[in-house]
T-cell receptor, first 110, second 113 residues
Framework: GENVEQHPSTLSVQEGDSAVIKCTYS??????FPWYKQELGKGPQLIID?????GEKKDQRIAVTLNKTAKHFSLHITETQPEDSAVYFCAASIGNQFYFGTGTSLTVIP | DAGVIQSPRHEVTEMGQEVTLRCKPI?????LFWYRQTMMRGLELLIY????????DSGMPEDRFSAKMPNASFSTLKIQPSEPRDSAVYFC???????????FGPGTRLTVL
């Protein structure tokens, strides 16, 4: 099956700086790559996604890039704010199955 | 829309007891997914339904686990008998497009003593 690796596991940044989280996947059949934000005590919330026919997608301060050849994709958050502090999960999808990364705990220091 | 609704939010039970977790998907969504989240294993897909029919239950850990979806607006995940290693947060998610754009509920935190 698919194997998704996510790095780093923890990340601290100063407010206003950028944060980058990277994921790799193993199965070239994966065709959909969502990113979820999970706040304490809550369920994961979809924040952005990208399909395999697109290289980059941006939504205000967040962006995702996908390199199909290298089988990796990244989440970029610019101008970070304290409310961006949460655990972020990447996932790769084959058919109707999601394979999640292990999560990155992001802390934005005011 | 109220989003995906799960109940109870917290459940504490003793080993050997039956546990039933409940989920109401977003109206109109035809896919429903059950996940389990633990520190050790992260987020794992247990089973998913399409149009109330179980499609893939390969993630269900043991025969002690069962899931049903009697209608488009309700699903249950049952553990009988429960064991301490079942302690986890269980999430239900629904979508209109299969695995794409899944919306998660708030989860049920299960503790088995």
């Amino acid at each position: 099956g698919e194997n998704v690796e996510q790095h780093p596991s923890t990340l601290s940044v100063q407010e206003g700086d950028s944060a980058v989280i990277k994921c790799t996947y193993s199965d070239s059949a994966s065709n959909y790559f969502p990113w979820y934000k999970q706040e304490l005590g809550k369920g994961p919330q979809l924040i952005i996604d990208i399909r395999s026919n697109v290289g980059e997608k941006k939504d205000q301060r967040i962006a995702v890039t996908l390199n199909k050849t290298a089988k990796h994709f990244s989440l970029h958050i610019t101008e970070t704010q304290p409310e961006d502090s949460a655990v972020y999960f990447c996932a790769a999808s084959i058919g109707n199955q999601f394979y999640f990364g292990t999560g990155t705990s992001l802390t934005v220091i005011p | 829309d109220a989003g995906v609704i799960q109940s109870p939010r917290h459940e504490v039970t003793e080993m050997g007891q039956e546990v039933t977790l409940r989920c109401k998907p977003i109206s109109g969504h035809d896919y429903l997914f059950w996940y389990r989240q633990t520190m050790m294993r992260g987020l794992e897909l247990l089973i998913y339904f399409n149009n109330n029919v179980p499609i893939d239950d390969s993630g269900m850990p043991e025969d002690r686990f069962s899931a049903k979806m009697p209608n488009a607006s309700f699903s249950t995940l049952k553990i009988q008998p429960s064991e301490p290693r079942d302690s986890a947060v269980y999430f239900c998610a629904s979508s209109l497009l299969g695995a794409h754009e899944q919306f998660f509920g708030p989860g049920t935190r299960l503790t088995v003593l």
